[in-house]
């Protein structure tokens, strides 16, 4: 079946350091990936997302690209806030039949420390 | 629009007893689903509803049933609770052809 893999966490850094989260996917077909965020006590909301190979996703200072050769979809900022702490999920949607079910990754923790 | 709204936001129930846990949509969205989300598993579907009038299983649908009274709502009922349904429940909700889902707020659920 589907599944998605993430970097185990927690994950602490220092204000202006750079992050990456690693994201590995297992699907058949053509998948969409997405970056969700999940703020202290809130629920998820969407960061941002790629639908196709080689897509590039962008929001906020974050990126991700669809890698199909590595089956990859790696978060990355190139300077994390204080305000950027919480919990990241990687997740797949591999359509078709099961469009709109989501494959969630187990989520990583980030820290960012002034 | 308030989004997707949950109640209620905590519950403690002792094993055997019941509860509805309520789901609410403003956005007219068509598609309405139940997650439970579990340290260090992520999120997980229970149950999900494609349309109004139809709803279908998920990956972890055991001791849960659902209803989708309507367009706007979408309920997931615990007929007797087991502690290894202590968990956060989230309910979300997307419109066809459109990618993001949007999550309410959590209900955080111990089962003793």
């Known amino acids: 079946g589907d599944s998605v893999t993430q970097m185990e966490g927690p994950v602490t850094l220092s204000e202006e350091a750079f992050l990456t989260i690693n994201c590995t996917y297992t699907?058949?077909?053509?998948?969409?990936l997405f970056w969700y965020v999940q703020y202290p006590g809130e629920g998820l909301q969407l960061l941002l997302k790629?639908?196709?190979?080689?897509d590039k996703g962008s929001n906020k200072g974050f990126e991700a690209t669809y890698r199909k050769e590595t089956t990859s979809f790696h978060l990355e900022k190139g300077s994390v806030q204080v305000s950027d702490s919480a919990v990241y999920f990687c997740?797949?949607?591999?359509?078709?039949?099961?469009?709109?079910?989501?494959?969630f990754g187990q989520g990583t923790i980030l820290t960012v420390h002034p | 629009n308030a989004g997707v709204t949950q109640t209620p936001k905590f519950q403690v129930l002792k094993t055997g007893q019941s509860m509805t846990l309520q789901c609410a949509q403003d956005?007219?969205?068509?598609?309405m689903y139940w997650y439970r989300q579990d340290p260090g598993m992520g999120l997980r579907l229970i149950y999900y509803?494609?349309?109004?009038?139809?709803?279908d299983k998920g990956e972890v649908p055991n001791g849960y049933n659902v209803s989708r009274l309507n367009k706007r709502e979408f309920s997931l009922r615990l007929e007797s609770a087991a502690p290894s349904q202590t968990s956060v429940y989230f309910c979300?909700?997307?419109?066809?052809?459109?990618?993001?889902?949007?999550f309410g707020p959590g209900t955080r659920l111990t089962v003793t």
């Open positions: 956005m007219n969205h068509n598609s």
């Open positions: 790629a639908t196709k190979a080689d």
């Open positions: 979300a909700s997307t419109s066809r052809g459109n990618y993001e889902q949007y």
């Open positions: 997740a797949l949607d591999a359509g078709g039949t099961s469009y709109g079910k989501l494959t």
């Open positions: 509803s494609a349309s109004e009038g139809t709803t």
């Open positions: 699907a058949t077909g053509y998948p969409s």
